[in-house]
């Protein structure tokens, strides 16, 4: 149980473009669900919580406009990258948390890369 | 504020031996939860362990263990008999009661060897 599905696990796209990853929880009910950061041979970094039905908490230094996130139901949240730019280059990983131990599991990723 | 810290970038470990890998964290919440995440070079982060701060005893999850010692803010994950699949990075993370999203520790990369 507890399975996350993340998509894509690649994109590679024009500098411009947006980019759309999707992060569904497959067994489970997700009250919330969490966008993180990774940058190469680094920690993951928060950048935003979403509750289903509500606009997501973004983390200081993230910038709402620039990723979209929305969380329309407790099995579906999206991000939306838009316009992207080279440095908006990273692995982006996605998690869910449904129960009381707040225990989060995560998506397998998504690695972007912005021509 | 709260914080977690990994002080071993990288471990050696035969495989069959156990290996211990520290984590330490800071907060001045009463309640918090800590975990343990592997993260392969796949790049998934695959959940562990979990310990409750009022959890009387240690966690344990068939190879894995945590060495819980509240008084020394320490929550070290033990892998017993290691396995060459346990080669990955882990990371160790908390959270607690005012906020729900992790905080993560930079990491230590296992390596397991023949």
């Known amino acids: 149980g507890a399975v996350v599905s993340q998509h894509p696990s690649r994109v590679i796209c024009k500098s411009g473009t947006s980019v759309k990853i999707e992060c569904r929880s497959l067994?489970?009910?997700?009250?919330?669900m969490f966008w993180y950061r990774q940058f190469p041979k680094q920690s993951l970094m928060l950048m935003a919580t979403?509750?289903?039905?509500?606009?997501?908490?973004?983390e200081q230094g993230v910038e709402k406009d620039k990723f979209l996130i929305n969380h329309a139901s407790l099995t579906l949240s999206t991000l939306t990258v838009t316009s992207a730019h080279p440095e908006d280059s990273s692995f982006y990983i996605c998690?869910?948390?449904?129960?009381?131990?707040?225990?989060?599991?995560f998506g397998a990723g998504t690695r972007l890369s912005v021509l | 504020a709260q914080k977690i810290t990994q002080t071993q970038p990288g471990m050696f470990v035969q495989e069959k031996e156990a290996v211990t890998l520290d984590c330490t964290y800071d907060?001045?919440?009463?309640?918090?939860?800590l975990f343990w995440y592997k993260q392969p070079s796949s790049g998934e982060m695959i959940f562990l362990i979990y310990?409750?701060?009022?959890?009387?005893q240690n966690a344990t999850e068939g190879r894995y263990s945590l060495n819980f010692q509240k008084a020394r803010k320490s929550a070290n994950l033990v892998i017993s008999a290691s396995q060459l699949g346990d080669s990955a990075m882990y990371f160790c993370?908390?959270?607690?009661?005012?906020?729900?999203?992790?905080?993560f520790g930079s990491g230590t990369r296992l390596q397991v060897q023949p």
């Open positions: 993370a908390m959270i607690n009661t005012g906020r729900r999203a992790l905080t």
């Open positions: 979403s509750n289903e039905g509500s606009k997501a908490t973004y």
């Open positions: 310990q409750g701060s009022y959890d009387q």
């Open positions: 998690s869910a948390s449904g129960d009381s131990k707040n225990i989060q599991y």
């Open positions: 067994d489970f009910q997700a009250t919330t």
């Open positions: 907060t001045s919440d009463p309640s918090y939860g």
